[in-house]
């Protein structure tokens, strides 16, 4: 795709001037967001602090009405200023909207007692990648280092919807901690950013930066101590955010490679427990609260693996200390994963 300097000039304001409208519609609103559901007893109860306080619940209404907003907002900029990326808004659009609706809809069946079921919402979440295969905004081929361009050919399209699947879950089930879940997407987004301005792909830059500045701000209410949580209609949405940023932009491995943490905590779980779980079908906790407000590996039998138990190994930590270690190991992957950019980009 070529692009004049006016162009360019033109298209970064555009950039900027979302990232900006994404940030303050959202550190602005969000308070509202938060008052409705409190008022509308929305809420859940804070399991990782003595006092377990009461936290209004499903603040991923906010993150994808925001969203929602921006997005069409660049769909309007893009008719009018680059109409080569109208097809990929749009489809964006539509993955988000995929997974709203599925976090949505298992988020109101769990106020009801049992949310979708551990098997039925993996496999409601392929869908979330047909909007990305229905306008046909991606390649057949997958960059990777030292070989450069593979043809995946009719393989690619199957990618696609597992790309989209183990995003959405991956975010999902990392959503358990103050701040961790927003704080790693912020990190992989920003590596995402970074690799797309090295492989020239616009579309990277300019979903990268509309979705940073919407979670930026989104962060400070869901960080320590959490003053909403996003439940799986937050988490969702941001995971298919993220499949729809890096398939479109081309960044798949880069991706992948930045979310190894939450990877291996999402395998490692699904091992330990053997298949899919829902959170009130786990009856043993991988942590336990100590009196002195720290965590700490659950001594029980069969208590399933996670990240957070192969970082309480040696000595319980606060729920902050574990955040930041989640955050440190998702820039160390962001590293290597910008190592692979680069590697990448030489071949190509």
């Known amino acids: ?51 377990r306080p009461r936290v209004p619940e499903m603040g991923g209404l906010g993150f994808f009405g925001f969203a ?10 893009s008719f009018f200023f680059f109409q080569e990326e109208f097809m990929k808004i749009f489809a964006t ?5 995929m997974a709203f609706l599925i976090g949505l809809f298992d988020d109101l069946k769990k106020r009801k007692g049992k ?10 979440c392929l869908s979330i990648g047909l909007p990305i295969w229905v306008f046909g905004v991606y390649g057949s081929s997958l960059p990777l280092p030292f070989l450069g361009n593979t043809r995946l050919g009719y393989v690619y399209p199957l990618l696609i919807f597992l790309i ?4 959405a879950n991956t975010f999902n089930m990392i959503d358990v901690y103050n701040g961790a879940m927003p704080g790693i ?29 919407i979670l930026i ?7 320590y101590p959490a003053k909403v949580f996003s439940g799986d209609v937050g988490s969702l949405t941001i995971g298919a955010a993220f499949a729809a940023t890096i398939i479109i932009s081309k960044t ?61 190994i040696k000595d319980p930590l606060t729920e902050q200390e574990i955040v930041k270690i989640f955050h440190l190991l998702t820039i160390y992957s962001g590293i290597l994963a910008l190592i692979t950019s680069f590697l990448t980009y030489i071949v190509l």
């Open 217 to 223: 701000a989104y962060f400070q209410y869901n960080k």
């Open 93 to 97: 659009i539509g993955v988000l909207f």
């Open 164 to 167: 989209a699947t183990v995003c």
């Open 68 to 77: 929602l907003i921006i997005l069409i907002s660049a769909l309007v900029a």
């Open 252 to 312: 798949e491995l880069i991706g992948v490679i930045v979310c190894i943490p939450i990877i291996m905590n999402s395998f490692q779980t699904l091992r330990s427990f053997g298949g899919f779980k829902e959170h009130s079908e786990v009856k043993i906790k991988p942590t336990v609260l100590l009196s002195d407000g720290k965590l700490d590996v659950s001594m029980k039998k069969n208590v399933p693996i996670t990240l957070a138990g192969l970082v309480l």
């Open 1 to 51: 795709m070529y692009y004049t300097l006016e162009n360019l000039l033109i298209l970064s304001l555009i950039i900027i001037a979302l990232f900006l409208f994404g940030f303050f519609i959202t550190y602005k609103l969000m308070p509202k967001v938060i008052q409705k559901l409190d008022e509308r007893g929305i809420y859940g109860f804070d399991v990782h602090k003595q006092s």
């Open 185 to 213: 997407s912020i990190i992989s987004f920003i590596v995402i950013l970074c690799a797309s301005f090295i492989f020239l792909s616009f579309s990277g830059v300019f979903l990268s930066t509309i979705f940073l500045g």
């Open 115 to 124: 949310g979708l079921g551990a098997k039925t919402k993996p496999i409601l």
